[in-house]
Each structure stands twice: as structure tokens, then as C-alpha cells.
């Protein structure tokens, strides 16, 4: 008899959690709040259902053949980047050609989630479900929690003295829908990642004036890289990665900074890093051009409010605000459990690679999409989902959950004496992470194996970017196109592109030509050199304090 699972959510990561359950002969059940799928990507006029939607015009900053599912490549016409209409077209897309729909109880709140007496022995979970006033009661024998990071909205009012006071309209980014509303105002927008720079850019034109509020700065990065290729494509890459665990941080910090601000000067235009703060990127195409046009003032933090205006940490006051608009994130819970899980799930230091609570004595429990990765979380929940069901199934184990638990309590209390850094709060290597997961499946692609079977795909793999269909080309899961679709990715990410083309123009060979010609010398030689290394490698590797992130590494070469 199949296991049953519980799907809690169905945006992005329920809809793969959905697909893997049936690859794996589970019995999916999904329950959604809402009456449709898609999650944050479904658009609507308003938030008062209290759910986070994206706003109207967001655009995604992960190009398609980065972040779609692994064995469901986008069609060749969509864009690269594309708005949440598009982008919902392929989820429902996805959705359709798995037959996932008949799965899904739309309109269905979870109410609670709870271990059943015999937990021990069986890993089975009690689920109180409420659709339309009626509750039901259901056992099953897995549960995954597919409801992300966006729940809550992070209002931190209590930091910004006066602001009681202010008469003005204040509000959370998740409110935010269209810029018309805000014609002729003075905007204030408090918080600088990829959120506050693309509604304080969209502002910027109907707005009178925006006032961007920022504490630590940040790196820009644009959609697109040299020659006009998508950013993610050129930076996310095995030979990068391979690099980065060798050079110095300093020197590849020293390499970024030195690119970075040869496309403006991050310091010139007031967004360079405040000395003693963690580094910061976000993608943006249009910031630095309104910030040059003045459509946009950057300003450091604010130090207190007035009825009508702000008065910020350098003593400069902007008089007369209308709106301030905080974009400033948002915090998870998870209502339906109870103590002491409820409280444990929010700590990733608690989650077995950040998926399976660390407190439980049966691995039946999956926290799928509560992931900061740089790069692709489309591309890393159905990795979790994966593993999750595996898992579940009993064909893939984690250690002993004592053990874990008191590793994971250890490090807590190092981090609050200070004697380590809290690393949970960073953002995943993307590489990194997605090899771990793939690992403990058994679908991490292996390069020397790829070279001595299909040298031409070893190279597309090894020095091309690393899409998530190399986590189809082995292994449980294995999918029969995913070698094609590696060697025509570039093809779909040009083909919306090429829509004038201009007879009998002449161009020097194409760099995939060389690529071509030298790929197999290269692609040995690093080879060669990796295996006859690696013991120095692991030496040199272990002495170095920082890992380099994808964004760094490209910068080299």
C-alpha cells in the first residue's frame, strides 16, 4: 500500500513536492489556501487574504534555463527574464503535464499537524484540515511543509523613534501592487534588497520624488553579463566553484569590487558597503540610471520621524513625506504545529540540511522551500522534494536524530558566546548545495565518469552553466533528455532574442566553435590536474577562513 504525504502549500516547491510523491509511488494529498496554484506568483488586485503576491511588474532575476524544473525545460519562446504572468504560465504548465491539479484541495486551511500516539514505531501525522467551515481529519504517513520564507511581513516599527507620530501613509512592501497610486508624492523607501530597488525604481516614474533608505549598502548586479548573456548563466558554473575553493577571498573580493565599479561606482553613488557590514547583492537593472537622473536619493538610515518629515543617521532631513513603504522582508512560522516543534522549525541550525527537524524520531517530516541559496530556489526545493520522498520511502537515510540534535545544540551555544559566526542566516553556495542534496540522492553529476563515456557533455557540464538538468543525467530520477537539454540551452536562451535577423552579415567564428575544439584537451587537462591536486587542494582549502560565493568566482578568468 502507498504512503500517503501530506503537501502543505501549492506554489513552486508543493508543485514539485506533488511530482516527486508520484515519481517516487507515494500518495500526494496537497492543500491550498487560496484557489489556485503558484503561491507568491499568483497576481492579484490586493493582499487581503493576508498572503504575499508579487507585485504587477515584477520581473524574475534568474534567467529560464537557471530556474525551472530539472526534467521541464521552458518552451525556447519565453524570455529570459520574464514578468509573474509568464512565469505562472509555466508553472501551470508544469502542473498540467504531470497531471498534478487532481491532487490539490483548493480553498483548504491547514488547522493543525500533529504526531500521532504511535509516532515512535509508525512516523505517522494527524492533519486538521478546514474547507468552507467544515474540518476534517486526516492520518498520513509523511508531511511536507511547502509554504516558504514570505508568510509574515517584518514591520519593524519599534526601531524608528517618532514614527508614531508621522501623519503620513505607511505601509509593508507586501501591500504594494502599482506605482499609480503614489502620482506626485514624496516616497520614502526604507530596506535595499531586490525588492526595495525594484519598487523604489518603479516609483521613481510616477512618483514626485524617492528617497531610498539604506544601512548597509549593497552591490548591483545587472540581468545580463558580458556580451549581453544571461548574468546567472555565466557565473553559475562547476569550473568557477572549482577555482573559488583555492584563491584567497580577499583577492577575488578585491577582483569583484574592481568589476563592480567599473560599471559605476558603487561608492559615487551612495551604495557602497558600510565598513563592518556583510556584504550585499542585489539584481537591478535601471537603479544606478534613476539614482544619475535624480529620480532617486539614496540616504543612510533613518534616526527618527517627525510628523511630516525624517531625519536621518548623517543629520540631513528630508522635509514633507507623504509615504514610507518598508521593504523589509518578512519572518516564517508554522502555525499548525505545536510546541516544541513549532518553535525549532523556524531555527535552521535545526533542520538536517535545512529540510528535516532535527527533534523528531522518524524522518517523516519535510520542511521543503525555506532556503536562501545564490541562485535558483525553484531549482533547490525540487532537489529537497526529491530527497524528501526518498527519504520517506526508506532508499535514502540521515543520521541518527540524537546525534544531530546535540551537534546542532553545541553550535547554537558557540554562536551565542560569540566563539563562531551564525553562518544560517547567509546565503547558500548554490553549487554547494545543490551537489550536497544531489549526494545523498545519488544524482551528483561525476566528471571524470562524464568525460570517459561523453567528453562533449563532460565539457557543457564542467565549464558551462550549471543547470539543473545535470541533476537528471545519473541516478534515481534519471531522465532521458536531460542530455539534450544541457546541449540546447544555450539555443533557447537565444532564440527570443534573435527576432530580426540581418542577411549576409559577416562574423568572425563563434567562441562555441573554439570551445568545441578545445573543450576535450581542456576538460582532460583539468582533470588531470584536479586528481593529481586534490590532496594539496584540501590542504590549502582547509586553511581558508572564507568561501568564495558564485558572484565572486566569476569575476575571475
Same mark, same amino acid.
Given at each position: 500500500?502507498?504512503?500517503?504525504?501530506a503537501?502543505?502549500?501549492?506554489?513552486?516547491?508543493?508543485?514539485?513536492?506533488?511530482?516527486?510523491?508520484?515519481?517516487?509511488?507515494l500518495?500526494?494529498?496537497?492543500?491550498?489556501?487560496?484557489?489556485?496554484?503558484?503561491?507568491l506568483?499568483?497576481?492579484?488586485?490586493?493582499?487581503k487574504?493576508?498572503m504575499?503576491?508579487?507585485?504587477?511588474?515584477?520581473?524574475?532575476?534568474?534567467?529560464?534555463?537557471?530556474s525551472?524544473?530539472s526534467?521541464?525545460?521552458?518552451?525556447?519562446d519565453?524570455p529570459?527574464?520574464?514578468?509573474?504572468?509568464?512565469f505562472?504560465?509555466?508553472l501551470?504548465?508544469?502542473?498540467?503535464?504531470?497531471?498534478l491539479?487532481?491532487?490539490?484541495?483548493?480553498?483548504?486551511t491547514?488547522?493543525?499537524i500533529?504526531?500521532?500516539?504511535?509516532?515512535?514505531?509508525t512516523?505517522?501525522w494527524?492533519?486538521?484540515?478546514?474547507?468552507?467551515?467544515?474540518?476534517?481529519?486526516?492520518v498520513?504517513d509523511?508531511?511536507?511543509?511547502c509554504?516558504?520564507?514570505f508568510?509574515?511581513?517584518h514591520l519593524?516599527?519599534?526601531?524608528?523613534?517618532?514614527?508614531?507620530?508621522f501623519?503620513?501613509?505607511i505601509?509593508h512592501s507586501?501591500?504594494?501592487?502599482?506605482?499609480?497610486?503614489?502620482?506626485?508624492?514624496?516616497?520614502?523607501?526604507?530596506?535595499?534588497?531586490?525588492?526595495?530597488g525594484?519598487?523604489?525604481?518603479?516609483l521613481?516614474?510616477?512618483?514626485?520624488?524617492?528617497l531610498?533608505?539604506?544601512?548597509?549598502?549593497?552591490?548591483?548586479f545587472?540581468?545580463?553579463?558580458?556580451w549581453?548573456y544571461?548574468?546567472?548563466?555565466?557565473?553559475?558554473?562547476r569550473?568557477?566553484?572549482?577555482?573559488?575553493?583555492?584563491l584567497?577571498?580577499?583577492f577575488?573580493?578585491?577582483?569583484?569590487?574592481?568589476?563592480l565599479?567599473?560599471r559605476?561606482?558603487?561608492e559615487?553613488?551612495?551604495?557602497?558597503?558600510?565598513k563592518?557590514?556583510?556584504?550585499?547583492?542585489?539584481?537591478?537593472?535601471?537603479?544606478?540610471?534613476?539614482? %544619475?537622473?535624480?529620480?532617486?536619493? !539614496? +540616504?543612510? =538610515?533613518?534616526?527618527?520621524f517627525?510628523?511630516?518629515s /525624517?531625519?536621518?543617521? #548623517?543629520?540631513?532631513v528630508?522635509?514633507?513625506i507623504?509615504?514610507?513603504i518598508?521593504?523589509t522582508?518578512?519572518?516564517?512560522s508554522?502555525?499548525?504545529?505545536?510546541?516544541?516543534?513549532?518553535?525549532?522549525?523556524?531555527?535552521k541550525?535545526?533542520?538536517?540540511?535545512?529540510?528535516?527537524?532535527l527533534?523528531?524520531?522518524?524522518?517523516?517530516?519535510?520542511?521543503?522551500?525555506?532556503?536562501s541559496?545564490?541562485?535558483?530556489?525553484?531549482?533547490?526545493?525540487?532537489?529537497?522534494a526529491?530527497?524528501?520522498?526518498?527519504?520517506?520511502?526508506?532508499?535514502?537515510?540521515?543520521?541518527?536524530?540524537?546525534?544531530?540534535?546535540?551537534?546542532?545544540?553545541?553550535?547554537?551555544? %558557540?554562536?551565542?558566546?560569540?566563539? !563562531? +559566526?551564525? =553562518?544560517?542566516k547567509?546565503?547558500?553556495?548554490?553549487? /554547494?548545495y545543490?551537489? #550536497?542534496?544531489?549526494?545523498?540522492?545519488?544524482?551528483?553529476?561525476?566528471?571524470?565518469?562524464?568525460?570517459l563515456?561523453?567528453?562533449?557533455?563532460?565539457?557543457?557540464?564542467?565549464?558551462g552553466?550549471?543547470?539543473?538538468y545535470?541533476?537528471?543525467?545519473m541516478?534515481?530520477?534519471?531522465?532521458?533528455?536531460?542530455?539534450?537539454?544541457?546541449?540546447?540551452?544555450?539555443?533557447?536562451?537565444l532564440?527570443?532574442?534573435?527576432?530580426?535577423?540581418v542577411p549576409?552579415?559577416?562574423?568572425?567564428?563563434?567562441?562555441?566553435?573554439y570551445?568545441?575544439t578545445?573543450?576535450?584537451?581542456?576538460l582532460?587537462?583539468?582533470?588531470?590536474l584536479?586528481?593529481?591536486?586534490?590532496?594539496?587542494?584540501?590542504?590549502?582549502?582547509?586553511k581558508?577562513?572564507?568561501?568564495?560565493s558564485p558572484?565572486l568566482?566569476?569575476?575571475?578568468g
Amino acid at each position: 500500500m502507498a504512503k500517503k504525504v501530506a503537501v502543505i502549500g501549492a506554489g513552486v516547491s508543493g508543485l514539485s513536492s506533488i511530482k516527486c510523491c508520484l515519481d517516487e509511488d507515494l500518495e500526494p494529498t496537497c492543500f491550498e489556501r487560496s484557489n489556485d496554484i503558484g503561491g507568491l506568483w499568483k497576481f492579484t488586485e490586493s493582499s487581503k487574504d493576508g498572503m504575499t503576491r508579487v507585485y504587477k511588474s515584477l520581473v524574475t532575476n534568474v534567467c529560464k534555463e537557471m530556474s525551472c524544473y530539472s526534467d521541464f525545460p521552458f518552451q525556447e519562446d519565453y524570455p529570459n527574464f520574464m514578468n509573474h504572468e509568464k512565469f505562472w504560465d509555466y508553472l501551470q504548465e508544469f502542473a498540467e503535464h504531470f497531471d498534478l491539479l487532481k491532487y490539490i484541495q483548493f480553498k483548504t486551511t491547514v488547522c493543525s499537524i500533529t504526531k500521532r500516539p504511535d509516532f515512535f514505531t509508525t512516523g505517522q501525522w494527524d492533519v486538521v484540515t478546514e474547507t468552507e467551515g467544515k474540518q476534517n481529519r486526516a492520518v498520513f504517513d509523511a508531511v511536507m511543509v511547502c509554504t516558504g520564507h514570505f508568510l509574515n511581513p517584518h514591520l519593524p516599527l519599534e526601531a524608528f523613534p517618532g514614527i508614531h507620530k508621522f501623519k503620513g501613509q505607511i505601509l509593508h512592501s507586501q501591500e504594494y501592487k502599482i506605482p499609480e497610486v503614489f502620482q506626485g508624492k514624496r516616497v520614502l523607501v526604507i530596506g535595499l534588497g531586490n525588492t526595495g530597488g525594484d519598487v523604489a525604481v518603479e516609483l521613481s516614474r510616477t512618483a514626485a520624488q524617492v528617497l531610498l533608505s539604506t544601512r548597509t549598502g549593497t552591490w548591483v548586479f545587472g540581468r545580463s553579463s558580458d556580451w549581453g548573456y544571461p548574468y546567472n548563466m555565466m557565473v553559475t558554473r562547476r569550473c568557477y566553484s572549482f577555482i573559488a575553493q583555492v584563491l584567497p577571498s580577499r583577492f577575488l573580493n578585491w577582483i569583484q569590487e574592481r568589476k563592480l565599479n567599473k560599471r559605476f561606482n558603487h561608492e559615487d553613488y551612495g551604495l557602497s558597503i558600510t565598513k563592518g557590514k556583510q556584504a550585499k547583492f542585489i539584481v537591478n537593472d535601471e537603479l544606478p540610471s534613476c539614482i %544619475l537622473c535624480g529620480s532617486i536619493t !539614496i +540616504k543612510t =538610515s533613518v534616526m527618527e520621524f517627525t510628523e511630516t518629515s /525624517a531625519v536621518f543617521e #548623517d543629520r540631513t532631513v528630508e522635509e514633507n513625506i507623504d509615504v514610507v513603504i518598508f521593504t523589509t522582508g518578512y519572518t516564517f512560522s508554522f502555525p499548525f504545529f505545536e510546541e516544541p516543534l513549532k518553535s525549532l522549525c523556524t531555527k535552521k541550525i535545526f533542520l538536517y540540511k535545512n529540510v528535516f527537524p532535527l527533534n523528531l524520531e522518524r524522518a517523516t517530516l519535510a520542511i521543503v522551500g525555506l532556503l536562501s541559496l545564490k541562485g535558483s530556489i525553484l531549482s533547490g526545493t525540487e532537489l529537497q522534494a526529491r530527497w524528501a520522498t526518498r527519504v520517506f520511502k526508506g532508499l535514502c537515510q540521515i543520521p541518527p536524530s540524537q546525534k544531530l540534535m546535540m551537534e546542532a545544540t553545541k553550535k547554537e551555544q %558557540l554562536i551565542k558566546r560569540g566563539v !563562531i +559566526k551564525d =553562518s544560517n542566516k547567509d546565503k547558500l553556495d548554490y553549487i /554547494a548545495y545543490m551537489d #550536497d542534496i544531489a549526494a545523498c540522492i545519488g544524482t551528483k553529476p561525476s566528471i571524470p565518469l562524464l568525460f570517459l563515456k561523453d567528453p562533449r557533455l563532460a565539457w557543457e557540464v564542467f565549464f558551462g552553466p550549471c543547470t539543473p538538468y545535470q541533476y537528471r543525467l545519473m541516478g534515481p530520477g534519471k531522465w532521458d533528455g536531460a542530455r539534450n537539454a544541457i546541449l540546447t540551452q544555450w539555443d533557447r536562451t537565444l532564440k527570443p532574442l534573435k527576432t530580426r535577423i540581418v542577411p549576409d552579415s559577416s562574423k568572425p567564428a563563434s567562441k562555441s566553435h573554439y570551445l568545441k575544439t578545445w573543450g576535450a584537451p581542456v576538460l582532460l587537462a583539468s582533470l588531470l590536474l584536479i586528481c593529481k591536486y586534490s590532496f594539496f587542494l584540501k590542504l590549502v582549502r582547509d586553511k581558508l577562513q572564507d568561501r568564495m560565493s558564485p558572484y565572486l568566482v566569476s569575476l575571475w578568468g
